[in-house]
């Protein structure tokens, strides 16, 4: 597994995101809890492909920008009754450093 | 350590409905014991009616299937009586002998049918109709045998006649009311129901009292025989004249009974671990036999037993739907009239449309409707939330949709449209997927429905004709919230206005303390509650309260549009509408600077460049604010544009400073953040150029001053602003502009536009505040001017604070 240091946790506000660009593959958003978990995800809803980084994060989910599509963000199921995924990528944090499973 | 006991008594839908309430929001608290009566798991009875009809089967109307207590860890008794309640040792015996302990225990034991006392009631084919049981005997019956005689012309009555007809019997409906349905409806619509019945082959005998049921040479009920002494052939009897609250048990057990099991508005008995729900309880001198007001107890109840302590049961206003297919008819409230209300009658015997509305004080108190009931759910929902008719009295009888819903004029029966009829236009969701999720996931509520179809989950306009179909697929079971008692989302069971008071009395700055202090059933919210709280705080509690980006929509915390690529939309503040060319010139230089795609004039006079980068937003802030510009706030749940018309300065019909007043207004609201958008408008003329009529708060020059209107709405419905006043000077415009928008910031409820505000509180009330009440008009002005008094280019503050990460992605290198 190639674990990239990404950011500080602190560089991620609770209950928010940040988006990690890659070279190919599209982006990836990061999101942390109001518990201090983070998880991580392609940055792009299973309905219309919206940008969920920029969504609404409360506890572990995140309300898509652009129709309310509610994602599970530990496995990345469109929470019922909608139906879709997203692909997950894992992510761990050590001594206050985020890193990524890329 | 073993979780505490619950026992239901009764398997039916007012108790099983209570767990499941108590399962959403507390699961796993108790080990939950239910007994029932009957061999069949908890079934929806209201639908007994179609399955004698014909039209749908036992297995369509089960509720919960044995897997569901089953996942549940629910142990399940069915078949099984309890016969006593011992409320010492706080156990429960069964018929068979079975003791199970209780820490807290639910009666929901339901209602029997009464069996009129008199001779042969207890005959081989004379039953009530109240089970599965009494239908299989009704339908096995109708096979055999010919002649049936209903005794009782009430809901029950009737919906047993059709079924019975409709099964190849011969059927006479004896009643002892002087019309059908006395308690639903009043004479002319009774007897127009009469005859559509009578055209469908059954007989009525009215005013008619049943002295005896007549034993035949089979041993079974042959004749029923009335006073007077007239007789009819009988092969079967249905008593339908009433139910009788089922509280035996109860009292035997010393707990205080008056015809029902007696119970406070937290539906506890004298005992105090001990509630009852249903049709066996007496709730303020009343006994429900209906399900809405059933389920609202359920809630209740589950709540309490939850040990969350919050909502009251203070009683339910009911409706009433005839399932019988192919008649139309709905009643609610005071549909009598009587002293001092006045009524608004359609009648049409030809067509076979009657109408009643019953009117107290410029409010709906009741109503009846008969052949055309589309609009039923509509006038209960004015008569519950108490919704001041005056303005739309000249057309209420004809219904909504003559109340000017634009987007389904000619679309609102809902009964007759057909399932491939396109209802939520946003979703495309038809009405044939609204009623199979209905059917098929057993939904109750708006709520539920949007939720399952996405109807009427996004501009909303549809609602109204959801719940029509709501409405006319479930009958009776039917449910309209209250507005102002509507859960703010799923995340609690309070509302909008519980939320905002409890914020204000309460002193709370922070969204912790309002989760904490209301129970909250999330840890942090979701979505729909967040917003609504941060603005409550920070509407109530300026300057103290502290904004909470997380907890506002994007759009709000980049201080941009997002559009569907997930790029932004930037549009500077052009105040009043006016520019400059320096201003135009510097908007040129950034589009090509920033490879602006799309420039466009928007609706509010200003421009609009769409498909910006996120992370270009903070330099192309700089390049704008360079040039004197500022947020537009064309994002925001915030004051938008204030447009405006040439006016006096050049037209040679303008009569006052348009522009000049434009600009001021603006300038007084800037960066205003309110329940939802808010849009202004100034004409210098009463030519209206500038639209004030449809902005919410619109200002039309006249020669000796200014006109104010207020509560306009150009979106989905469109709404005409209402007169407020007429005032003579540029500081009284905004004086009394602001004093209204300050009354709307503090009373309206999060996404409430001002039209919707106006709807809830009536405008008598907003002249209350605002024109008659000098002192309280300079006071909300106040509040406003103090509420803004800090009020800055978010723009400059997003871009200068420290560090600006939101808008910087991370760069992962290959």
């Known amino acids: 597994m190639n674990w990239k240091l990404i950011c500080k946790l602190d560089d991620i506000p609770q209950l928010g995101s940040r988006v990690v660009q890659r070279a190919t593959g599209g982006d990836i958003a990061v999101f942390r809890t109001a518990d201090d978990e983070v998880f991580a995800m392609h940055d792009k809803c299973p309905h219309k492909g919206g940008p969920l980084s920029q969504g609404i994060v409360h506890g572990r989910r995140v309300t898509c920008p652009l129709h309310g599509w509610n994602i599970g963000l530990d496995d990345g199921h469109a929470v019922a009754p909608d139906i879709g995924r997203c692909d997950t990528f894992k992510v761990k944090v050590e001594h206050g450093d985020v890193y990524l499973a890329v | ?814």
């Open chain 2, 1 to 814: 350590m073993s979780k505490p006991r619950l026992v239901l008594i009764g398997n039916g839908m007012a108790g099983v409905r209570t767990v499941e309430e108590l399962l959403k929001i507390k699961p796993d608290h108790y080990d939950i014991t239910i007994f029932g009566a009957e061999p069949h798991p908890n079934y929806n009875r209201i639908l007994l009616s179609p399955v004698l009809a014909g039209e749908m089967q036992i297995k369509d109307i089960i509720l919960n299937e044995l897997d569901w207590y089953a996942a549940n860890n629910i142990t399940l008794h069915t078949g099984k009586e309890v016969v006593r309640i011992d409320r010492v040792k706080r156990k429960v015996i069964a018929a068979d002998g079975l003791e199970v302990p209780y820490d807290r225990l639910l009666i929901a034991t339901g209602s029997t049918p009464f069996m009129l006392p008199i001779p042969g009631n207890d005959l081989p084919g004379v039953i009530g109709y109240r089970d599965i049981k009494d239908t299989d005997e009704m339908i096995a019956t109708a096979a055999r045998h010919k002649h049936a005689v209903v005794i009782g012309g009430g809901l029950l009555g009737l919906e047993a006649a059709n079924g019975l007809k409709l099964r190849g019997m011969d059927v006479t409906v004896v009643h002892l009311g002087p019309w059908l349905l006395e308690r639903q409806l009043d004479e002319v619509a009774g007897q127009m129901l009469q005859k559509s019945l009578e055209d469908k082959g059954l007989k009525f005998l009215l005013s008619t009292q049943t002295e005896a049921l007549i034993q035949g040479e089979s041993g079974r009920v042959a004749a029923v025989r009335f006073k007077g002494g007239m007789q009819i052939p009988a092969d079967l009897v249905v008593m339908a004249a009433g139910i009788r609250p089922n509280y035996a048990l109860a009292e035997a057990a010393g707990i205080y009974c008056n015809r029902g099991v007696v119970v406070n508005d937290t539906m506890q008995t004298y005992d105090p671990k001990i509630y009852a729900v249903g049709e066996c309880v007496s709730h303020r001198g009343i006994a429900y036999g209906l399900v809405a007001p059933l389920f609202e107890q359920a809630k209740v109840a589950a709540n309490h037993l939850a040990g969350y302590g919050i909502g009251r049961y203070t009683g339910s206003v009911t409706s009433t739907k005839l399932k019988v297919t192919g008649i139309d008819l709905f009643s609610a409230g005071n549909f009598m009239g009587g002293e001092g209300t006045e009524e608004i009658v359609l009648n049409d015997p030809y067509g076979g449309v009657y109408k009643k509305l019953v009117l107290k004080e410029n409010k709906l108190v009741g109503g009846v409707m008969y052949g055309d009931t589309a609009d039923g759910p509509w006038y209960f929902q004015l008569l519950k939330d108490q919704r001041d008719i005056h303005d739309i009295r000249d057309s209420l009888i004809f219904g909504q949709s003559l109340v000017g819903d634009v987007g389904h004029a000619g679309n609102s029966k809902a009964a007759d449209m057909p399932d491939s009829a396109e209802v939520c236009g946003c979703n495309g969701v038809t009405k044939g997927c609204i009623v199979k999720a209905i059917k098929e996931k057993g939904l109750f509520t708006l709520d539920e429905v949007k939720k399952h179809t996405k109807a009427a989950s996004s501009c909303g306009s549809c609602a109204g004709l959801v719940e029509q179909i709501l409405a006319s697929t479930i009958g009776g079971a039917y449910t309209p919230a209250a507005l102002d008692s509507k859960p703010v989302c799923g995340c609690t069971d309070h509302s909008h206005k519980v939320v905002r008071e409890a914020i204000f009395k309460e002193h709370l700055t922070r969204k912790e303390a309002v989760f904490e202090i209301l129970n909250w059933k999330t840890p942090n919210g979701c979505d729909k509650c967040r917003p609504a709280i941060n603005y409550y705080l920070i509407s109530s509690w300026p300057h103290e309260a502290k904004d909470d980006a997380q907890s506002r929509f994007i759009n709000e915390r980049a201080h941009a549009n997002i559009q569907k690529d997930g790029t932004y939309s930037v549009v500077p503040r052009m105040w009043g509408g006016l520019t400059t060319p320096a201003e135009l010139r510097a908007i040129a230089d950034a589009a090509e600077k920033y490879n602006v795609p799309t420039v466009k004039v928007t609706g509010g006079q200003r421009i609009d460049l769409l498909g910006v980068k996120k992370e270009d937003l903070p330099a192309m802030w700089a390049d704008l604010n360079a040039a004197g510009m500022v947020s537009g706030h064309a994002y925001g749940k915030s004051i938008r544009t204030v447009k405006t018309c040439v006016g006096a300065e050049h037209c040679r019909f303008g009569t006052q400073l348009a522009m000049d007043m434009g600009v001021k207004l603006e300038k007084m609201l800037f960066d205003m953040y309110a329940p939802h958008k808010v849009k202004l408008a100034v004409s210098g003329c009463p030519r209206n150029c500038a639209e004030a009529g449809i902005k919410d708060v619109g200002v039309i020059g006249v020669d000796s001053g200014y006109e104010l209107y207020i509560g306009g709405n150009g979106g989905i419905k469109t709404e005409v602003a209402q007169f407020l006043c007429k005032v003579k000077s540029d500081e009284e415009v905004m004086e009394y502009a602001g004093a209204f928008l300050q009354l709307y910031r503090e009373e309206g409820w999060y996404l409430e536009r001002t039209c919707h505000y106006l709807d809830r509180v009536g405008l008598d009330y907003v002249k209350g505040r605002i024109l008659e009440d000098e002192e309280g008009r300079k006071a909300y002005y106040f509040r406003l001017l103090d509420s803004l008094k800090d009020a800055r280019d978010p723009w400059q503050t997003s871009r200068e604070a420290e560090p600006i990460k939101q808008f910087i992605p991370i760069k992962l290198e290959a």
